[in-house]
C-alpha cells in the first residue's frame, strides 16, 4: 500500500472526514447539556437604589434576557440601563453558574437646570432628563449650552463666599455674554457681571459679603438689588416705592 500513492489519499481523506464528524458529534453531546444545564437563574442588583425602580430595571431587560448564562448579551444589558433616565453608568457581569450581577451608579441631582424643562445636573455638572421623586431644595442654575459643569462649579464657590453672610444662592444665571446673576434664597438679586482681570468676580462677591450687615437702609428698607460691577463699589436698588438707586463706594 506504501506503493500506491492512490490508496493513501483516499485513507487520509477518509481519516479527515471521521475526525471532522467526530468533532461535531462532540460538539452537539456537549453543547445541548451545556444550553440545557446553564440556564439565568437570576439577575442580581448589587446595591440598594434611591432613585431607580426595580419595575424599570426589569422592563428594560426583559426583552434581552435571551439565550443562557454563556450566550446572553452583557453590553446589550448595560446599554439598556444606561437608558433609564436616573442610571448615570451601569455594569453588568456573569456570575458562576448562573447569575447574573449588576451594579448600576445614579445620578445625584445637584440642582435645577434651564427654565423647568425636565433637566437636573448632577454633582459631576452633567446635565439629565429626569423628575424628582420627592420635594428636595435644590438651586436653579442656567446658562449657554455645555456650560453646566462650569456654572454648578461657581454655585459651589459662590455658596461658599455667601457662608458668613447666612444666606445661599437659589439661582446662578450665566447670560449669553458670560456675566454672572445670583438671586438669594429672600429674593436679593446680585449682579456680578463679567470676569475681570482687575476685580475678579469672587473679589466682587466677598466685598457683598462684607457690606451685607450695613446694606439696609432706615428710610427705604432692604434693597431688593445689589449691583456689584463696579471694580470699588456698588449701587443699591431699592424697591420701587421706596425710593431710587444708591450707590456706594469702597
Known sequence: MWHKPHLLTAVSDLLFLAG???????????GTPRLR???LAEVQVTQELREVRRSEIEQSLSDLLRGNF???DVDALRRALEQLSWVRRAEVWRR????????????QAAAHWGDGDGQLVNTYGELFPASLSREQPLPRLSG??????????????FAQILKPSGRLPAQVVLSPRLAWLLKLEDGMLIELGREQ???PIRMRLQRFVDYYPTLSDPRHGRPVAVDMRYPNGFALRFPASAGQEIKGKK
Open 20 to 30: 471532522t464528524a467526530a468533532l461535531l458529534v462532540a460538539a452537539v453531546v456537549w
Open 37 to 39: 444545564l446553564f440556564p
Open 70 to 72: 454563556f450566550t446572553v
Open 96 to 107: 458562576w453558574p448562573s447569575h447574573l450581577e449588576v451594579r448600576i451608579e445614579e445620578h
Open 144 to 157: 449657554p449650552t455645555g456650560s453646566s459643569a462650569e456654572v454648578l462649579r461657581h454655585y459651589e464657590e
Open 197 to 199: 482681570a482687575k476685580a
